[in-house]
């Protein structure tokens, strides 16, 4: 989840860093489906104005509702 809002994000490639500062909170089940919309999609570059972040944003932006599932996993 992105702080104070409602959205998240999909990271599709590496991303060297992140291993400190997220939090992986669920899985996928149709990767194939990502790939596909991400594939299809337009998209506009952003760099975050205060920490520098390059990221690439979906236009115009994909709404869906996720399905969440609680397991009981030992981690």
Known sequence: ???DTSEFYLGLMDHPGWEQGH???GKVLDMDLVE???E???WEEFVHPDF???MRMMKPVLKFQPRFELVD???
Do not use: N, V, Y
């Open 52 to 54: 520098g972040t390059h």
């Open 40 to 42: 299809d999609s337009r």
């Open 23 to 25: 939090t992986i909170w």
């Open 73 to 75: 996993q030992e981690l």
């Open 1 to 3: 989840m992105i702080t």
């Open 36 to 38: 596909k919309i991400a």
